[in-house]
């Protein structure tokens, strides 16, 4: 079975390919339940012709006999468009938010998967617009296998792109998702789809993080019931991980991402300093202060070395608390109690998302009396786990659905 999983993620970014507007009318307009959901509307439809007829052409391409391949049923999909109201930081009032719900065709009382995306930079990429990319065929998959799968925008992306992405901000990814996770039920419920009794969790990178976040939330705010959660090489410790990175005098390729997750919690937790604080010149003012992605344009240093004043580093370094500081441990999200089990996944060579984060997250909440295992791709780094990841979640998640 396993290796039967590695080969259907070959045909995900195909399978992605195959949305289209055509035929497509909008969803049904009955009496939603709008606690959270506005509207809904139908964005793409994959038959499950077109899902089988694309598995076999794939594994025909690969070489693979058929025979080996044990037998599935794939349905055919619709994916909505969801809109709904959320929270936003420093906001007393609602916005509105959107996130994608694929829903299996001739088929009801299905479990719902919430599944957090990767990071993105192209705000086309964001799940509600379902455009071709391996998260999205993801989801597609994992729907239809016989999953209500919901997909959240996250803040910044979608209906609420006219807002700044509070990248890696643990709460407002948690809430996004939760609201978004309201918003399916009550689309499911109100078109009498019926709704199993199973939520799963999961996501990569940022996913991960937020994947964790959002389990963490709903356990301790939400009214849901996780079954299982599979966080996979997401950003957890950010305390150590920030010291790890402070610390490096190396060129890291990542610097970008991690300064974006320095602006997000610069302006969040109105700490307000100018980048002058935390980078040298003349890397500070390559910088638009208006603008967080004006950080993946602009001439940095990679290596932090060279890259963080001294007195950042100091701070980041000191036993004592700071702003900053303290705005990284509010984000950490790796030292709780869960009550569903968990999953962690990760590369053990992982030159993004230290692996300290996976392990450190299954220490703690193993001695906090956590269900949680550890999974661990040998040699694999963020890029070269995804694989192992998707194949890995979709079989975990099928065991118990």
Same mark, same amino acid.
Request: hydrophobic share 40%.
């Given at each position: 079975?396993?290796?039967?999983?590695?080969?259907?993620?070959?045909?995900?970014?195909?399978?992605?390919?195959?949305?289209?507007?055509?035929?497509?009318?909008?969803?049904?307009?009955?009496d939603?339940?709008?606690?959270?959901?506005?509207?809904?509307?139908?964005?793409?439809?994959?038959?499950?012709?077109?899902?089988?007829?694309?598995?076999k052409?794939?594994?025909?391409?690969?070489?693979?006999?058929?025979?080996?391949i044990?037998?599935?049923?794939?349905?055919?999909?619709?994916v909505?468009?969801?809109?709904?109201?959320?929270?936003?930081?420093?906001?007393?009032?609602?916005?509105?938010?959107?996130?994608?719900?694929?829903?299996?065709?001739?088929?009801?009382?299905?479990?719902?998967?919430?599944?957090?995306?990767?990071?993105?930079?192209?705000?086309?990429?964001?799940?509600?617009?379902?455009?071709?990319?391996?998260?999205?065929?993801?989801a597609?998959?994992?729907?239809?296998?016989?999953f209500?799968?919901?997909?959240?925008?996250?803040?910044?992306?979608?209906?609420?792109?006219?807002?700044?992405?509070?990248?890696?901000?643990?709460?407002?990814?948690?809430?996004?998702?939760?609201?978004?996770?309201?918003?399916?039920?009550?689309?499911?419920?109100?078109?009498?789809?019926g709704?199993?009794?199973?939520?799963?969790?999961?996501?990569?990178s940022?996913?991960?993080?937020?994947?964790?976040?959002?389990?963490?939330?709903?356990?301790?705010k939400?009214?849901?019931?996780?079954?299982?959660?599979?966080?996979?090489?997401?950003?957890?410790?950010?305390?150590?991980?920030?010291?790890?990175i402070?610390?490096?005098?190396?060129?890291?390729?990542f610097?970008?991402?991690y300064?974006?997750?320095?602006?997000?919690?610069?302006?969040? =937790? !109105?700490?307000?300093?100018?980048?002058? @604080?935390? /980078? &040298?010149?003349?890397? $500070?003012? +390559?910088?638009?202060?208006?603008?967080?992605?004006?950080?993946?344009?602009?001439?940095?240093?990679?290596?932090?070395?060279?890259?963080?004043?001294?007195?950042?580093?100091?701070?980041?370094?000191?036993?004592?608390?700071?702003?900053?500081?303290?705005?990284?441990?509010?984000?950490?999200?790796?030292?709780?109690?869960?009550?569903?089990?968990?999953?962690?996944? =990760? !590369?053990?060579?992982?030159?993004?998302? @230290?692996? /300290? &984060?996976?392990?450190? $997250?299954? +220490?703690?909440m193993?001695?906090?009396?956590?269900?949680?295992?550890?999974?661990?791709?040998?040699?694999?780094?963020?890029?070269?786990?995804?694989?192992?990841?998707?194949?890995?979640?979709?079989?975990?998640?099928?065991?118990?659905?």
């Amino acid at each position: 079975m396993k290796k039967y999983i590695h080969y259907l993620l070959f045909f995900l970014i195909v399978l992605s390919a195959c949305t289209s507007d055509e035929n497509v009318t909008d969803a049904p307009k009955e009496d939603f339940k709008k606690e959270v959901l506005i509207d809904a509307e139908v964005v793409g439809k994959i038959s499950s012709a077109e899902i089988n007829l694309l598995f076999k052409n794939v594994i025909e391409l690969a070489g693979i006999s058929e025979e080996l391949i044990p037998p599935l049923q794939f349905k055919g999909i619709t994916v909505y468009k969801l809109t709904y109201t959320t929270t936003y930081p420093g906001m007393s009032e609602k916005i509105t938010a959107s996130g994608a719900l694929i829903v299996p065709d001739d088929s009801k009382n299905n479990s719902i998967i919430s599944y957090q995306h990767g990071t993105i930079t192209d705000p086309k990429h964001a799940p509600s617009f379902f455009s071709e990319t391996a998260s999205n065929g993801f989801a597609a998959v994992m729907a239809s296998l016989g999953f209500n799968v919901s997909l959240p925008d996250y803040l910044g992306y979608g209906e609420s792109a006219n807002f700044h992405h509070p990248y890696e901000h643990g709460e407002s990814l948690a809430s996004a998702s939760y609201d978004m996770l309201l918003a399916s039920r009550e689309f499911i419920l109100s078109n009498e789809l019926g709704l199993g009794d199973k939520l799963f969790l999961t996501g990569y990178s940022e996913g991960g993080y937020a994947t964790m976040a959002l389990h963490q939330y709903t356990e301790n705010k939400g009214d849901l019931t996780v079954t299982a959660s599979a966080p996979a090489a997401g950003a957890y410790n950010k305390s150590e991980l920030a010291l790890d990175i402070i610390s490096s005098d190396e060129p890291l390729p990542f610097i970008p991402y991690y300064l974006w997750v320095l602006d997000t919690y610069n302006w969040v =937790y !109105g700490i307000n300093k100018p980048w002058s @604080y935390y /980078l &040298n010149e003349p890397y $500070a003012s +390559n910088i638009d202060a208006d603008d967080p992605l004006s950080i993946f344009e602009a001439s940095l240093d990679p290596n932090p070395s060279n890259l963080f004043t001294e007195s950042f580093k100091n701070e980041i370094a000191s036993d004592q608390d700071s702003a900053f500081k303290n705005a990284l441990k509010e984000n950490d999200r790796f030292d709780w109690k869960a009550n569903a089990k968990v999953r962690l996944y =990760y !590369g053990t060579k992982d030159d993004f998302v @230290y692996p /300290l &984060n996976a392990t450190s $997250a299954y +220490n703690a909440m193993k001695e906090r009396g956590s269900v949680v295992e550890l999974v661990p791709f040998e040699d694999k780094n963020h890029s070269t786990a995804i694989n192992d990841y998707a194949a890995g979640v979709l079989i975990w998640f099928l065991s118990q659905k």
